[in-house]
């Protein structure tokens, strides 16, 4: 990627003071990162003009893109943050500091490698926390996605580690703003390198089947399109391939069976309305047997991600195969390939500024509110101090709420957490000791719950012990297990109970087996 490739690219999409702000930004870029070399032997700069590149892609804002071209000068180079904003503005700077920061948090995370498969969601919860801008999380999405295209000039284990952190925290991240074509480039990347040998098998498996299901799908298809034309509905109709890591995560979930698998492609029809989705299910229903229990509203319901279609699957009369179709507007077809990327268009003709001062409303969509509920947050903590470190401790629920330390250590606890849960948290030896606590600044009682945002500190008592009664005000398993082993030490509860449940436990898990 070079300078004046990429502002031909942008030229017709932005206006003309908005090319030359770019511009300066490039030349900046390119002077700072002048003695840097990527480890494919180029020019440095050609990262942040591909990052900037991708993002003009998705349709981004000018200030996201000229964040994308700066976005490694504050941790690579002599640059500020301050240069940043003197020449670019706040909203500019804002967006670079963010993805520094991201980049700070992320590696804090390095330690948390032994924790299971599901904490990993909580991790990608926390970077969006972090990023404060939903932009932010935009370009380190289009960050990781050059760095994954450009992996294999990075030596082997350094691979593994990227490839791994890719698909546990990056793609859930792009997942859960509804990115999905860059969630699913993500997942195949990673898992090519991760494991190159079943990448090759599942492919293989793929390929051959695939063959068969262009067929088939090709006739009903033709058969729709003829029917949608003399009911007057205009619809634009295509196929959706599974992508490598997707059927082999589905592979594994049957295992390995793969006549049980049935969309190794779908049909995918685009109308211009709400109306004419439900219409063409209809029409498909009247046509074909319907799947009963495989049809899908995610228009009336959309997945929490904000991802809408109808989904439905018909079985052909003569050879009785299945057909998976997913049925969607325009408009619900672009949220499904960028997601929040899609929000931020600049074909949308929106002040971007609007977008950085914005507290409240952003044009989100309902289900992700989350987000700007967890980056609110963080920007009431202000900046250095929302970042995880190495007590970092996440619980296995699904709903997180993040609390603070007073000294802006950042904390996730299962909502409905008590401060006791927060105390044990810290460290057993700050529980053990807990006389009261105080958040934001007013003592608070230990059975009341804490809320999304609380700083909470622990105040401590030399003859403060841990008493029985606190067994109904902790939540979490942790908190528990700590606490029943104090109470244990001091003799307030038995060994022995607590043996008996472990017996007890231990079978009920055998049973279940
Ligand atoms: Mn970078």
């Given amino acids: 990627m070079q300078k004046n490739k990429l502002i031909e690219l942008a030229i017709p999409h932005y206006r003309e003071n908005q090319i030359l702000e770019l511009e300066h930004a490039i030349d900046m870029a390119a002077k700072a990162h002048s003695d840097q070399k990527r480890r494919s032997g180029e020019p440095y700069i050609i990262h942040p003009l591909t990052v900037a590149n991708y993002l003009i892609e998705w349709g981004l804002d000018m200030d996201s893109v000229i964040a994308g071209v700066l976005h490694d000068t504050i941790e690579d180079t002599h640059l500020a943050v301050e240069d940043v904003e003197k020449h670019f503005g706040a909203d500019v700077a804002f967006l670079v500091d963010g993805v520094t920061k991201v980049s700070k948090a992320r590696s804090g995370m390095d330690s948390l490698d032994e924790y299971l498969p599901q904490t990993k969601d909580n991790l990608a919860k926390l970077i969006i ?65 991760l494991d190159p040998k079943e990448y090759k098998k599942v492919q293989g498996m793929l390929k051959k089947r ?44 049957v295992n390995g069976d793969i006549d049980q698998i049935y969309d190794f492609m779908a049909l995918r029809v685009i109308v211009g309305s709400k109306e004419d989705c439900y219409k063409v299910m209809g029409i498909l229903h009247t046509m074909y047997e319907p799947e009963l229990d495989r049809i899908k509203d995610y228009i009336s319901q959309p997945k929490p991600n904000g991802y809408r279609s109808l989904h439905t699957t018909i079985k052909t009369p003569k050879d009785n195969k299945i057909v998976e179709f997913q049925i969607r507007t325009q408009k619900m077809h672009e949220y499904a390939e960028q997601g929040l990327a899609a929000s931020f268009h600049y074909n949308q003709q929106k002040d971007s500024k609007k977008y950085a001062k914005r507290k409240d409303d952003s044009g989100v969509p309902k289900q992700l509110e989350w987000i700007t509920e967890l980056q609110k947050v963080a920007v009431r903590l202000g900046n250095d101090q929302a970042k995880p470190n190495e007590h970092l401790y996440l619980d296995l629920f699904e709903d997180t709420i993040f609390v603070y330390s007073p000294r802006g250590d950042i904390f996730s606890l299962p909502q409905g957490a008590l401060p006791l849960d927060f105390a044990f948290l810290i460290h057993s030896d700050v529980a053990k000791r807990a006389h009261s606590f105080k958040v934001n600044d007013n003592i608070r009682a230990f059975n009341k719950p804490l809320e999304n945002g609380d700083i909470v500190e622990v105040v401590t008592r030399e003859n403060a012990s841990p008493k029985k009664a606190w067994e109904a005000l902790v939540t979490t398993h942790h908190a528990r297990n700590k606490l029943r082993q104090q109470l244990r030490q001091m003799g307030i509860i038995e060994t022995i109970g607590s043996a008996a449940a472990i017996i007890r436990r231990k079978a009920l898990r055998q049973k279940s087996k």
């Fill in 129 to 193: 926390a972090v990023s404060q801008d939903v932009r932010v999380i935009i370009i380190k999405l289009a960050d990781r996605l050059h760095n994954l295209r450009t992996l294999k000039h990075t030596p082997p284990e350094k691979q593994v580690k990227v490839a791994r952190e890719s698909l546990d925290i990056f793609a859930p991240i792009a997942d859960r703003i509804g990115m999905g074509q860059v969630r699913m480039e993500i997942e195949d990347i990673a898992f090519k390198h």
């Fill in 210 to 253: 695939l063959g068969k299901s262009t067929k088939r799908l090709g006739a009903v298809r033709v058969e729709l399109e003829k029917k949608l034309k003399e009911e007057g509905i205009k619809a634009e109709i295509n196929g959706r391939i599974k992508t490598v890591y997707s059927l082999y995560r589905k592979l594994k979930k």
